[in-house]
């Protein structure tokens, strides 16, 4: 399988090829090279995907870890040392599938929505590293490769957030993307450490191995302020991956990473890299279950709070992409939570599998949300709902697909989404009622607000539009990629994912509840569907007066909870102003004043006594005549 | 005579023939082509140093040569190299060729070079030297010019800023000499040879006592050690382009060369007693000189306080005393030298064009100078930590180094100097979001040019050098932990 | 023969003379004047000693004549330099010597 290593390379010599020649090249040149280039690696995960699922996978019942390459690329210690290799195992090699066909639909469909735009051959460029990093991020064959990715995935973000460099609103987002998650990845840098220094390896083999007996053994008995010492890790290690992930309190970055160009959100903001926390969890799962099953208790929690936060803030926004950026911060909490309710082998597991069959379902139909979205704001020029109305007339393409994608969120049966998170809610109900309840609330939430967003953006109230940019369907270009999504958004979620993805590698028989959680999840979408309906489709005064009745609590929802605040706040008050100007003052005055302080001392006893060095030789002749006639006497007398 | 002395002969000569230039032509020929044979000379030490040791030369120090140049007091002109001198006569020829390329027009530039060159023996002397009194020659040598450089070709107010550096800096090596003359005499055997010293003479644990903290003090003062890092600030800002950067890249590593090399070397007891105070101190550089760097408004504070972080990192490393860390500390001196290098290049070139340095009277410069603010933002990104430079691979090494360390203390330490990289990246795109990106601020910037040819050069040439290390670490990294293997012996006895 | 204190409380007082008139006088001449003083002090010194203490032998009295000698050389530089002096700045009072002070 060592062909596999292509898949990586191909992203990283585009992005040196562009980087560094592109902007010599014509721009669809460039986007051609591109697209091929990805094109070539989706069809090699393919084949990758294949031969592992189908082919030689699979020894004995179990799926193996496969590693076709590796080499060292860094030594610390005799054990400690940094490989670069590549993992297969059913996980990384269904992240191959996810990332390479996202990434080639939004390559695709970016050269007809970045058509024209300067920076052209850059856009192409960071896509390909964003690829390369991405890919490099889910083989990883230890969890120090999966940090130099980690890295790198975000810079990519950064990158291309701030593709607008000139805009001072785009700036500002990708600074926040990037500090935000830096602040995780030192959680992520410091767990590293701590697993490392204890267990005596990077290596994920070896720390899952058995149970994460290695993880387990090594670290007993420690313990700080009452957690083991490894239950800090593991939480100092999701830390990271919350970051990235967006959940709750670290998720204020990711509404504003909108700012970047749509396909950008799509592919990175809702398919790929926010899923990256997730999967770190996933890789590291047992070592959490055996080691910290404190911590998964944790996420689970954490991840419950984050989607109902996130779900309740996109009910009220109206900028279409922010709506669709709370709607993955709450997608993902699902994928979090059923990792935290999730156990290890059998029906057990069904949490883990449930979350991995959630991540490979959302990753297609909130692309094609995205992409949707981005044809629609390619079309009206805006981001508001409010300049938006029955566009389905005028962009049908468009309209039905996003519609399929909203029916795939919501959960509506046979669409992909009602599977996976009809396994999630069954994993749930099994582990925490309280857990379960509140995820089915969600549910609802989250049909109403998707399809209060397709009822504002293609039906309601016709806009006056302007008559020379009268809304009009998009390229083919953009229109095929959202196509192909569709269809995977409709047919992915018949893929028997317990055959190949589960937490001990074994496959096992899942079969959905109808009774205990089918129905109710259906039933509390279709309300929410309805509600929808009866609020929005055709632009009732209604969502206006409620709004108006829940006074305050709807003010806070539109403001975020007035989070972003808050950490405006902390940044701006207490790092600048309470840390780093206090200690600029202290350097100045304090430190320097004293270096200053002792060269004024200097200079001043100099001064004061530079007098006696008059250069008048007749007082020098008369102190010494003084001297010695007194020294003289000294003599004489004593 | 020994490849060693080539590095200190070719400066000399360079000065030499700088006397018989009559034009910027000429002059520029002479500082290119011996920068060039330095370069040279480097790349044939390093080759022939790997290829020594392949061949089974398993000497503390190869090239070894020896000339008795004050017989009653036991000096001799002693040179040597181990695999860490090798990379920092690299880093060192690597600086000196860019900064030629970065102080193309200067004014007065026959003698603005006869001092770079000064500068460029004093630096090359000091790590080939393994004499003590040799060493700490050169290293006067180096520290001289650079009063002259800034009070002369500085900017903004540049004789208070030289003489704040040199009085600091010479403060640091009256320390150093005290405790020079401490080890010269405490190891009972009047021998200022560094290896004799530290494989066959010890100096009494009384003695190291106070002859440690001195000899450290005296190099962390050059290697931005809190509270004496005051004068990099100050010297930075007013010194020019090449100027600031040798001296952030070069000499501010000869500091922590020489705690590790002199203090550390020669009196491990003392290194074991003691060093958690320095420990302290060095931790809090770290911090400290990041937070600062975060409210600076003027280009080259902020990469002076970046600087002051960093070198701080180099010292709390070197003050782990396990090789791993160690490595890390050499390597982020290789790392931090190149990084910081490229920053005063570019700021250099920026301040050269916007007449400014205050971040907040400029915006938007990467529509106006694109090559130069893409350089601008992969300096950015080595600094920050990214993987592929060499920032990545020098931190990661020190953390994970230091925090295999057996207490408890010095792995709490560890994590909060790891709290650095976060405000290394606030600080770092605060500068670049501000400058670079957004809407142009100056209309008059508008018309400004984009790199020139040398400046190119220059730039490029430390960019492939950081990426190169950052790319494939494994071999230099590997080259300095094999050096380091006799010296960590010494810690492990105790 | 006359005995030797006498010659001696000659030459300490011109000896006396001399510094004070060093340490007060501000006109170079008269500090060159008080300067010969105190030398020719030192010389009757000399030669009174040699004479009374080592009448067999003649080194004091060279040394005399050698001082003689220094003094006249001493004289000849000090009236150039103050003839200079005098040219340069119009007065030969030391208080006002002071251009080269820093």
Redesign the interface.
Same mark, same amino acid.
């Given at each position: 399988m060592e062909y596999s290593l292509l898949i990586l390379v191909t992203p990283f010599v585009l992005f040196l090829l562009l980087g560094l020649t592109g902007h010599k090249m014509k721009h669809h040149v460039a986007g051609f090279i591109g697209t091929l280039g990805m094109g070539l690696a989706a069809v090699l995960s393919y084949v990758v995907a294949f031969q592992y699922f189908f082919v030689i996978g699979k020894t004995g019942g179990i799926f193996k870890e496969l590693i076709p390459m590796s080499f060292e690329w860094l030594r610390f210690t005799d054990k400690l040392h940094i490989e670069l290799g590549i993992l297969l195992d059913p996980i990384s090699v269904m992240m191959l599938v996810v990332i390479t066909t996202v990434s080639l639909m939004v390559h695709l469909y970016s050269l007809g929505y970045m058509h024209g735009e300067k920076g052209f051959q850059r856009y192409y460029a960071f896509l390909s590293l964003f690829s390369f990093s991405m890919l490099g991020l889910v083989v990883a064959t230890n969890i120090f490769q999966m940090y130099i990715f980690w890295e790198l995935v975000g810079v990519s973000s950064y990158s291309l957030i701030g593709f607008y460099y000139q805009k001072p609103s785009a700036v500002a987002a990708s600074k926040k993307a990037f500090i935000v998650t830096r602040f995780a990845d030192l959680g992520f840098l410091v767990g590293i450490l701590i697993l490392s220094f204890y267990t005596g390896t990077f290596d994920f083999g070896a720390l899952t191995a058995n149970n994460a007996e290695l993880a387990v053994t090594s670290m007993q008995g420690l313990s700080f302020m009452g957690l083991s010492i490894g239950a800090w890790a593991m939480a100092l290690i999701f830390m990271g991956g919350a970051g990235k992930s967006a959940m709750f309190p670290l998720h204020i970055w990711l509404p504003d990473a909108m700012e970047g160009p749509t396909p950008v959100s799509a592919l990175i903001h809702a398919a790929t890299m926010v899923v990256a926390g997730v999967f770190l969890v996933a890789r590291l799962f047992p070592v959490y279950l055996f080691a910290a099953p404190e911590v998964l208790t944790l996420i689970a929690y954490i991840g419950t709070f984050t989607a109902l936060f996130a779900a309740i803030i996109a009910v009220t926004q109206t900028d279409i992409k922010r709506v669709l950026a709370f709607s993955t911060i709450s997608q993902i909490a699902y994928m979090m939570v059923s990792l935290g309710v999730s156990g290890y082998g059998g029906h057990d597991g069904v949490g883990y599998m449930a979350s991995m069959f959630h991540l490979f379902t959302h990753a297609f139909f909130k692309a094609l949300l995205f992409l949707g979205a981005g044809s629609v704001i390619h079309a009206v020029h805006s981001n508001e709902m409010k300049d938006m109305g029955r566009l389905h007339k005028y962009m049908p393409v468009s309209s039905i697909t996003f519609f399929i994608a909203c029916l795939a969120i919501a959960g509506i049966p046979p669409f992909s989404g009602f599977f996976s998170k009809d396994e999630i809610l069954a994993a749930a109900l099994h582990h925490d009622k309280l857990i379960f309840f509140v995820m089915l609330f969600v549910a609802g939430l989250t049909a109403f607000y998707m399809f209060r967003l397709y009822f504002n953006i293609f039906w309601g109230k016709e806009k006056e539009y302007d008559n020379h940019h009268k809304p009009h369907e998009s390229p083919a270009l953009m229109t095929v990629p959202l196509i192909i999504l569709a269809i995977f958004s409709v047919f992915t979620g018949l893929i028997p994912f317990p055959e190949f993805i589960t937490a001990d590698r074994m496959s096992f028989a899942a079969h959905i509840e109808w009774g205990t959680v089918a129905i109710p999840s259906i039933v509390v979408a279709l309300t929410g569907i309805v509600i929808a309906f009866v609020l929005y489709a055709k632009g009732s005064e209604k969502p206006a007066q409620i709004a108006k009745s829940l006074g305050g609590f709807y003010a806070a929802t539109v403001n975020k909870f007035y989070l972003d605040e808050v950490w405006m706040f902390i940044t701006k008050s207490v790092i600048f102003k309470l840390i780093s100007e206090p200690i600029k003052w202290f350097d100045r005055h304090v430190i320097d004043g004293a270096m200053n302080g002792l060269a004024w001392t200097t200079q001043k006893v100099s001064d004061s006594i530079k007098g006696l060095q008059s250069g008048q030789v007749q007082l020098y002749v008369w102190a010494y005549v003084v001297g010695s006639l007194v020294i003289a006497a000294l003599v004489l007398f004593f | 005579m020994s490849i060693l002395s080539f590095f200190v002969l070719v400066p000399v000569l360079m000065i030499l023939f700088l006397f018989i230039c009559r034009n910027m032509q000429q002059i520029r020929t002479v500082m290119i082509t011996g920068a060039s044979a330095l370069m040279v000379l480097a790349i044939t030490l390093t080759v022939m140093f790997i290829q020594e040791r392949a061949a089974g030369a398993d000497a503390e120090m190869l090239f070894t040569a020896s000339t008795v140049w004050y017989p009653s007091l036991n000096i001799a002109y002693a040179v040597g190299v181990d695999g860490i001198s090798v990379a920092m006569i690299a880093l060192s020829a690597i600086i000196v060729f860019t900064g030629v390329f970065s102080s193309w027009n200067m004014n007065m530039a026959r003698e603005y070079f006869l001092w770079y060159c000064l500068l460029s023996v004093g630096v090359f002397g000091f790590f080939i030297s393994v004499d003590l009194f040799t060493m700490f020659m050169f290293y006067e040598v180096a520290l001289i010019p650079m009063y002259l450089l800034i009070g002369l070709w500085g900017t903004g107010r540049k004789e208070y800023s030289a003489m704040?550096l040199t009085?600091?800096l010479m403060g640091g090596s009256a320390f150093l000499l005290i405790g020079i003359l401490g080890i010269y005499y405490g190891s009972g055997h009047t021998s200022m040879n560094l290896l004799e010293i530290a494989n066959n003479l010890a100096i009494p644990i009384e003695i190291q006592r106070w002859v440690f903290p001195a000899t450290f003090l005296g190099f962390g003062v050059l290697g931005a050690l809190? /509270?004496f890092?005051?004068?990099s600030p100050?010297g930075h800002a007013s010194a020019p382009t090449a100027v600031s950067m040798l001296h952030a890249g070069v000499l501010m590593k000869l500091g922590g060369y020489g705690c590790f090399r002199v203090a550390m070397y020669l009196m491990p007891e003392a290194a074991q007693e003691l060093g958690w105070i320095f420990l302290i101190l060095t931790g809090i550089s770290v911090v400290?000189g990041a937070? #600062?760097a975060?409210? *600076?408004t003027d280009l080259k504070y902020i990469n002076a306080y970046s600087s002051v972080s960093h070198c701080g990192l180099v010292l709390f490393a070197i003050l782990m005393m396990n *090789?791993?860390a160690m490595t890390g500390a050499i390597m982020q001196m290789l790392s931090h030298g190149l990084m910081t290098a490229l920053f005063f290049a570019l700021i250099g070139l920026i301040y050269g064009r916007t007449h400014t340095r205050d971040i907040r009277e400029m915006g938007?410069l990467?529509?106006i100078m694109p090559f130069a603010s893409v350089c601008y933002v992969i300096a950015g990104?080595a600094s +920050?930590? $990214? /993987?592929?430079f060499s920032g990545?691979?020098a931190e990661?090494?020190i953390?994970? %180094?230091s925090? *295999?360390h057996s207490d408890t203390f010095h792995?709490v330490l560890?994590?909060a100097a !790891? !709290?650095s990289?976060?405000i290394t990246?606030?600080y770092i +795109?605060?500068t670049v %979001?501000k400058i $670079?990106? %957004? /809407?142009v601020q100056d209309s008059h910037h508008l018309e400004l040019p984009d790199a020139a040819w040398y400046e190119k050069i220059s730039t490029l040439g430390l960019i492939i050098a950081i990426a190169a290390i950052g790319l494939y /670490? $494994?071999g230099i #990294?590997?080259l300095i #932990?094999n050096s380091l293997t006799p010296i960590i012996g010494k810690f492990a006895i105790i | 023969m006359i005995k030797m204190e006498y010659y001696l409380i000659v030459s300490t007082l011109m000896f006396f003379i001399g510094i004070y008139g060093f340490v007060v006088r501000k006109n170079m001449l008269a500090i060159l004047i008080s300067l010969e003083l105190v030398l020719n002090a030192v010389e009757i010194n000399f030669a009174v000693f040699n004479r009374y203490l080592f009448p067999g032998s003649m080194e004091g009295m060279f040394f005399t004549l050698f001082g003689i000698a220094i003094t006249a050389a001493e004289t000849a530089i000090a009236i150039a330099i103050i003839i200079n002096v005098y040219r340069n700045i119009g007065s030969i009072n030391v208080r006002k010597i002071n251009k080269m002070k820093g």
């Open positions: - | 704040k009085l600091m809190f /509270p890092h005051t004068w100050d400290y937070f #600062s975060v409210v *600076q *090789q791993t938007g990467m529509k990104l +920050l930590g $990214l /993987p592929g990545f691979v990661m090494t953390f994970v %180094g925090f *295999q792995r560890t994590i !790891c !709290c990289i976060v990246a606030v +795109l605060r %979001g $670079l990106y %957004g /809407p /670490p $494994l #990294s590997e #932990s | -």
